[in-house]
């Protein structure tokens, strides 16, 4: 039996992409299903990396063993010994407590008021040394599924895509690279002539899809969502605030490429444009914003293991219902209604 070709897109959300390692270690499962295309952003990047590095060998397996690698040098636990008790206490809960300590209410403060500039020669970013383990010769390779990440231009404020020969240590930081905690990653730019300065890849393309409308590609992409697109109750709280208003602008480029697609689908429903003169891109989005509305970007910027489990958890459980409700659309409709998302 053929698989059934799929690109997959992945949003970045610091910590919170332990729900995307989930979510790729059950697809991985399905060798029905074969990934053709990856495209990411900041952890959505990373997970990208380690997905690709494995592929790129023919080995889901060995797929599987990167992700887990690398969330377990996150802070995952992954004996399952552990499993009761680290999915005891509600991830409601553990953010709470985080963010209502007194060393997370300095270090929040500390990173509004101070530039991480100011650490001069002692700077150090703490996902090089990660990332300087990848096998860079397999994430760059010709072989498995094509992979593209973006990072933001600090200067002109536009998407930078890297792919393949691009993709560097340097890049994956890059796109990672969030402006009041690290220093702008710098990387010489062919366009240009000159070392251009890069921030998070979230702030133009979370993440972004136009990479894989290319012809070669497949139609479908499923996009793994780890920020609430929604939230029923209105913030109040200056933290609350802040942590929405973090959600919203992460979440703005990807609805800017949804409302595209969902434009681009209604012309050619009509009739108005000829059928492949553009691709009809078929979406598809797996996300739990049940869970992700109990936690913050306290969960975010600070790894508990009992947070990971549970996003691993949830991730895992989210693939396969979206699979068991959705799988038989792969390769002929969209799964989501981008008509209702913007009506």
Not at 4 to 17: D, K, M, P, V, Y
Not at 94 to 112: G, K, Q, T, V, Y
Not at 122 to 144: M, R, T
Not at 165 to 177: E, F, G, H, Q
């Given at each position: 039996m053929?698989?059934t070709?799929i ?9 919170h992409g ?10 991985l ?5 074969e990934i053709?295309?990856?495209s990411?952003?900041s952890?959505g ?6 997905l690709k590095?494995g ?8 797929a599987?063993?990167n992700?887990?690698w ?7 636990i ?6 009761a008790?680290?999915?005891?206490v509600?991830?409601h809960?553990i ?8 060393p997370?209410?300095m ?6 008021m101070?530039?991480?500039y100011?650490?001069g020669?002692f700077?150090?970013n703490?996902l090089?040394?990660v990332?300087e ?7 760059c390779?010709?072989?498995?599924p094509?992979f ?5 231009n600090?200067?002109?404020?536009k ?6 020969d691009?993709i560097?240590?340097?890049a ?6 969030l ?7 710098e990387i010489?730019d062919p366009k240009?002539?000159?070392a ?15 990479p894989?409308y ?6 479908d992409?499923v996009i793994v ?10 913030p109040?709280?200056?933290r ?5 208003v ?18 681009v689908?209604?012309?050619l429903?009509?009739g ?9 891109v078929?979406v598809h989005?797996?996300s739990?914003d ?6 913050s970007?306290a969960?975010?910027?600070v790894p ?7 996003l691993?958890?949830?991730?895992a459980?989210?693939c396969?219902d979206?699979?068991d409700d959705?799988g ?13 998302m913007?009506s």
């Amino acid at each position: 039996m053929t698989p059934t070709r799929i690109n997959i897109a992945l949003q970045g959300g610091g910590a919170h992409g332990a729900y995307t390692w989930g979510v790729l270690d059950h697809l991985l499962q399905h060798p029905e299903i074969e990934i053709a295309g990856i495209s990411g952003t900041s952890a959505g990047a990373l997970n990208g990396a380690a997905l690709k590095s494995g592929l790129s060998r023919g080995s889901r397996e060995l797929a599987r063993e990167n992700l887990a690698w690398l969330w377990e040098r996150m802070g995952a636990i992954t004996d399952d010994r552990f499993s009761a008790w680290l999915g005891a206490v509600s991830p409601h809960a553990i953010s709470h407590m985080i963010e209502r300590s007194l060393p997370f209410a300095m270090s929040d403060a500390i990173n509004r008021m101070v530039s991480p500039y100011i650490f001069g020669s002692f700077y150090a970013n703490p996902l090089k040394p990660v990332l300087e383990e990848f096998q860079f010769e397999n994430i760059c390779c010709a072989d498995g599924p094509a992979f593209f990440i973006c990072a933001t231009n600090v200067r002109t404020g536009k998407v930078r895509v890297f792919g393949r020969d691009d993709i560097s240590v340097k890049a994956i930081l890059a796109s990672a690279c969030l402006p009041t905690l690290f220093q702008a990653v710098e990387i010489d730019d062919p366009k240009t002539g000159r070392a251009e300065a890069y921030w998070d890849g979230g702030y133009t393309g979370n993440p972004a899809l136009f990479p894989l409308y290319d012809r070669s590609l497949p139609d479908d992409v499923v996009i793994v969502n780890i920020n609430p697109l929604h939230r029923e109750d209105v913030p109040n709280t200056a933290r609350e605030i802040q942590n929405r208003v973090n959600e919203i602008s992460f979440n703005a480029s990807l609805l800017r490429d949804l409302r595209a697609i969902s434009f681009v689908q209604r012309l050619l429903s009509e009739g108005q444009l000829e059928p492949g003169s553009m691709k009809n891109v078929l979406v598809h989005m797996i996300s739990d914003d049940d869970l992700m509305q109990q936690l913050s970007v306290a969960t975010k910027v600070v790894p508990v293991p009992q947070v990971l489990h549970q996003l691993y958890e949830a991730g895992a459980q989210s693939c396969k219902d979206f699979l068991d409700d959705h799988g038989d659309k792969l390769g002929r409709e969209s799964s989501a209604d981008l008509v209702a998302m913007f009506s």
